[in-house]
């Protein structure tokens, strides 16, 4: 009898580390996933380089009406700068550092410009001092000096934690994803906070279930930092109404309805396996537009993070039905895609390569 007992106790340990030395996403995504097929890829070349890049230490980039907005916090006293694609020239900055009115020793990336009124405008995040400032790109080249129409009030310390992607929706709602918070010594971690909230309540107005638990224990798994499965890339459509989320290191897109609540998990046959032993990163940036969703992946496994720009990228463009319906094989290394005006600008952060595709 204690034989028995003890090779069940024997078994069940080793079905425990088994498990824990190999979990799937199902550990950490809530939602089932749909496999879609599988089609070949289509090399691509750009069909033009951009000049003017190279003079920003960027680490950011984002494209609207043939302008790119940098995200330049190291070597410039502004942390956006702005080129003009088509002509290689500086246009204009702002997000200045410092603690003046107008000024901030921190502003976030900038996730999107868009339209307003005939101008381009841009949504600033201001997290240290509660606040977003919505700025007129159009009237700050015009004028050159920083042009704020509208600060708006947020208290992001309500919730506890910084967005890491927002967006938007209408003039109280905003679309946010905000970061995880791990706790190395417990292995223990928060899940993202996905959903809509209201600028007027500061307080969630709804939420949308992508994890698992808001607070779940994670099993050991090597030199990864603990928060990585749960890290997104995120774009709104033009319509406002959905939003594509890419993960970074598992390989998986999901498509969200923000009106229904509908959540559609995608996972290309052939690279459907997650083993959270091995250091893969995939979904590196998300776009999208009324029709379609671009999707940059690097699909490497096991490359060291100073190694990835020796591998080139894929571009993955569902429809959002969840179907991929293109599949580019980039010849280089890129961080960053942007979609603009039917064509596609890819970057590589610090070397200041723009290239442009069409569409």
Sequence with gaps: ???????????VASMSLACSGNRDSVYFVSQPYTLVDNIQSESKSPDR???GGENYNAMDAVVKDGLCVFYTPTDFPTYFSILDLTTGEHKGE????????LEAPYFSILHELYSDGGNIKALVEDTMKDRCLVCDVTMTIEQQTPIYDTILSYNWRAFGRVPSFSAAINDDETFVVFNTIPNHKLRRVATPKVGV?????????????IFCDSVVDVAHIGKWDISMPFSLKCAMSPSRDKVAIGMVYLPQINLLNIATGD????????ADKVDLNCENYYYASVQC?????????????????EEL???SGELHIFDWNGNLVKRWKFGKFYNKISIDCGKLYAFKFYSGTIDEYVL
């Design 49 to 51: 380089s951009v000049a």
């Design 197 to 209: 909230v209201s600028r007027s309540k500061q307080a969630f107005i709804s939420e949308f279930p």
């Design 94 to 101: 702002f997000g200045v550092k410092g603690n003046g009115p």
């Design 309 to 311: 720009d020796k591998h």
């Design 263 to 270: 959540l559609k998990c995608i996972r290309i046959k052939g």
């Design 1 to 11: 009898m204690n034989y028995i007992r003890l090779a069940l106790i024997v078994l």
């Design 289 to 305: 537009d009324d029709d379609f969703v671009y999707a940059l992946c690097m699909n490497t496994t096991n490359v060291p993070v």
